[in-house]
């Protein structure tokens, strides 16, 4: 009998390997999971995370850095996808594709001066896109189009990253807002869910003063001009009021503890699809990343699963299923995904190896030359030129000197271990002022005059100005005075 409704969950995990995905997907129970922040290489993909019982995994990689960005969807098998695509603008599909017919399409129309960008991010790993079908109450078929993404971080007057990204941010959201647009015309259902690193409304992020900025910031602004185009924030549509329904929080300031975050993932939905909405929740009681996960719960249609997965998903890679993986291969991937040229790596070994000094040929038999053996009846001291066969005529003298050394070297290395105590040493932890705990050691990480010092701070978490079991601001540099 089949089965009506289906539900989706996105969650930026800030990394796949500090998950288990298989628990993760039990505990969830989701008929499609939304990944962001993979921070995998193809080439570091295992088959445990690719290739999951009862779902099948798409993956878009990061193409020009290792361990950044990512984007992946899970789907169960009764939701299996006809179609898989990466990136959101069709210009990376001119270099990867599979082929036509492996294609969404639908792609919006992108400006010539905006296709840098575009296609940069799509390079990044920042968009996947499933495509599926539904039945709808009267028993006809449907598309429905997944997109999953990972929005740029505005970066302006950031002293950690000085590259200011408002033209790259503002091409990737416009790509994505015609993308997901062209589809609706084209007949498609269109979900689009991830972290857009954007708080919509003032209700959206703690302690939100300045009600002006969010009137006219421009991603705010883009925002309002996607919802004034049909779609549907899912979980403000049923629960409009409710504040402190955050879904990311700063884990070093450990901002969790006390719910100081903001809201930047989203389910956004097609004005059609609303109609189907059940539920749209927060889960901020999942743990396991610096996001919780969000999810949106749809009744009545009913997910009508593909004969087989698409031609790009993770259960067809070379590695997994089952096929001979040639030399050639595996020393240079031919999908547009970084792996280090091995040739070169071995190239470069072998001359290390073989040429000494300004590239002269190595002795071999420094390889194997063997360490001369200390023993009592060669021992040499470099300070000294005694030597046993010097001391013949007194086996008391050959003795005073062993013990004079020995008692030399205790010395050395008691006075060694001292000073290298008094180098690692804490100094004794004070308590704060406000709540009179024991601080807890931070050093400064941001680039300038202090980089690298360390103090004392409050040990807990951030928190609004007026909750006094917040974080006190406490604050001291470490003073060693140790010598």
Known sequence: MESAGFNVVSWNVNG???INIKDALSQLDCSILGIQETKLARDALSEDV???????????FCRNRTGYSGVALYCRDNFMPTKSEEGLSGLLNKKYSKGPDSLIASYGNVEENEKTNAAAADDDGRSILTQHTVKLPNGEHKLLTVINVYCPRLRTNDPDDPVDNT?????????????????????SFVIVMGDFNISHRPIDRVEADDTEEF????????IDELLSLGFVDTFRMLHPDTSDAFTCWCSRTNARQNNYGSRIDYIMVDKELSTY????EVHSDIYGSDHCPISATFHTLIPVPAEKPPLDAAKYYKEFCGKQTNLKDFLSRNDGCPTQNAFEILNRAKSKRNNGPEGKQADITKFFAKKPKITNDTMTVESNSYRHDDMTSSGKTFVDFQQRKEKSLADANQDASKKWKNLMSTPNTPSCAGHNELCVLRTVRKKGLNQGRKFWACPRGVGQSNDPNANCNHFAWVVNTKS
Not at 50 to 60: I, K, M, N, Q, R
Not at 277 to 280: F, I
């Open 16 to 18: 796949l390997r500090t």
């Open 50 to 60: 690719g290739v999951v019982d009862h779902y099948t995994a798409c993956f878009s």
């Open 167 to 187: 033209d790259f941010k503002y091409t990737f959201h416009n790509t994505l807002g015609k993308r997901a647009n062209a589809l609706v015309a084209n007949g």
């Open 215 to 222: 009137a006219t910031d421009v991603f705010r602004k883009w």
């Open 277 to 280: 909405l059940e539920k749209a």
